[in-house]
């Protein structure tokens, strides 16, 4: 045979033998993945090496010139002992099988293998039940067996899927195992409820103390099994056991009682296993159920023991998310369900806890204490704030204590218009906003800060909306008053705001938050300042000259009418160069620019209104007055005393306050 030929066989059969080993590298690589191991745990620079087989084309290998040219392999080393394989050695079948089921970051199952698996599963466990229903309703109809017959067939039946479904939880086959315990235990609620309720074959208590066996039975073996999801099933039907025995009859006591041991018993259970979904289960079948039983039964002569129940529902959620096991070690990196329940049950059983006890003393004679129920939720949640980790009792992550906070302030916002009306409700939001943004400063907490402007708004709009009719004194009355309650508080928010900034500017960039919300704060409470001062002195000027007595003649009403067109000139120019005198003095832009604007409010009043609104004197007096104030203010930037102009050229900036 020719040499070059036989170097090409060689060839040829090397590079098949390359190809498969790269096949069969990147057929394990798809396997390990479909089992959820990601090939870089096992060992990096396996695979690395690994990787860069697979990857590597066939091009890369140069046929030999000849057959001395061919490399021989050398034999694979055997490693004995962990100690002496290198790094990159292959795991054995134990490690990938122990991987296989560690948790993934998402669900890499087929959308076949979910409705396969997941939702025929729970369609199957709700046709088995219907079926199981019917077929009792059959049984009775056709009268084939005894009543008694037909629920101990029925219990019978209950308790052998129950002990049925074992054998194949110990095969491996959980889901299925536990779909056929929720059906077993379907079956021993629906035998139950029919010996109760259509056969009259226990009464009331025993078919309620059974149901309440199965529950705990169940929920006992979620806790050994490491099951949440026959835990699920075990508050699902021990939530429908009341429905099922209700006969129509107020059992309150025995009812909240019932509900009370199911939350506590679903709150040990999430205490031991993370399993915070059971608190929504829990949460939300006992809110239901409260409910209807509150439109259906409840009356006034039941305010006490109801209460009581409420207070012990309340107490139960609001501790449950420091108690609530979560999957993370780490407080700041949870999800999923641990998300929720740190977050959506806090808010769902503060709104829901304080509807009932306000719907509780809104329909008895205590209806003055509702103001005070806010006051009492709000100091709950200051002190949940102060609570420390012990015990159980898990520290606290930022998301629930911000929700703490937001909760207390915005109770106590909301127990204000519950108890002031008119002025006070007014000064009560503005007082509230300027102790928040004093707070907010000293302790840079941004929630507090929203919170704060959230109140300085509803003072804001109940200043200028709902505020009592002034009287014909002017300036001294309620509402100038209550004008300059907002005034101090704008202008104590606008100084606060100022002193931070400051503050922030002089330290270094690198130690402080960002807070460029500062400046604007500080802009917009000074505007307002000076927006509240115009509009409370225009309110007195229309309320002093405006003719209350209905009697008055058109005469008295004209007269009174030119007046007042020609004060509100007068102010407006008083209030615009009291402001760009300020400005020079204090060197500020921004107070001067304001005059400018408002000077230029008062020129556009002047030529379109006073010109036809104001008699022959007071149109003169008016101009006049105006003419000389512009005079005035043009000399002044003509003698340019601040050296506008230079500081123009040098520096847009310098010399100036904003």
Partial sequence: MNPDSSDRLDYEVLENEVAQLRARVRSIEDALHRRGVVLETLAPEFATRAQQAAEQPSSRIPPPTSADSVPVP???????????APPYAIPGPAPLFAASHAPTSHDERTLESRIGSQWFNRIGILAVLVAAAWFLKYAIDNQWIGPTGRVLIGLAAGAGLIAWSERFRAKGYQVFSYSLKAIGSGVLYLSLWAAFSLFHLLPA??????????????????????????????????????????????????????????????????????????????????????????????????????SFFVLCFFLIFAFAPRLV???????????????????????????????????????????????????????FYLLMLRLPAAGWLRPAPAALASLHLAAAVVFLTIAIPLKAKGRWLTVGWLAEG??????????????????????????LGALVTINPDATNTPFVNARFGAYLVGIAVFAFTAWIALREQTAIGAQSEHTVEKTDAWPTIAVAASLLVNALILLAVSLEIYNYWSVHDLGAGWAVLEANRIVAEFSYSAWFMLFGAILLAIGFARRSAFLRWQGLVLLAVSVGKVFLV????????????????????????????????????????????AGENV
Wanted: some cysteine; charged content about 15%; proline content about 3%.
């Fill in 434 to 459: 300027a102790a928040l943004i004093w707070v907010a400063a000293r302790t840079r907490q941004l929630l507090l800060r929203i919170l704060a402007l959230g109140c300085l708004a509803l003072g």
């Fill in 610 to 653: 006073d010109m036809s609104a104001l008699s022959q004197g007071y149109r003169i007096l008016s101009f006049l007055g105006l003419g000389a104030l512009l005079l005035g203010v043009s000399f002044v930037y003509q003698r340019d005393w601040l050296n506008l102009r230079a500081a123009k050229h040098a520096d847009p900036a």
């Fill in 74 to 84: 050398e034999p694979a080393p055997v490693y004995r002992t962990e100690e002496t």
């Fill in 325 to 379: 096991r979560v999957r993370a070690e780490d407080a700041k990196n949870v999800h999923g369900w641990d998300v929720l329940a740190l977050v959506l049950l806090p808010i769902a059983n503060a709104v829901l806890g304080f509807l009932a006890f306000y719907g509780l003393l809104d329909r008895t004679d205590t209806q003055w204490a509702s103001p005070w129920l806010a006051v009492a939720f709000a100091a």
């Fill in 205 to 306: 208590s025993a078919a309620f103390g059974a149901m309440i066996v199965v529950t705990a039975f169940n929920g006992f073996m979620a806790w050994r099994q490491d099951a949440e999801l026959l835990a699920l099933y075990a508050i699902v039907g021990g939530l429908g056991t009341p429905l099922l025995l209700s006969t129509g009859e107020n059992h309150e006591v025995a009812l909240l009682s019932y509900l009370l041991l199911l939350d506590l018993a679903a709150l040990v259970l999430v205490i031991l296993k993370p399993w915070s979904r059971l608190l929504f289960g829990a949460f939300t079948g006992t809110a239901l159920i409260f409910v209807a039983w509150a439109i259906a039964d409840y009356s006034e002569a039941q305010f006490a023991r109801t």
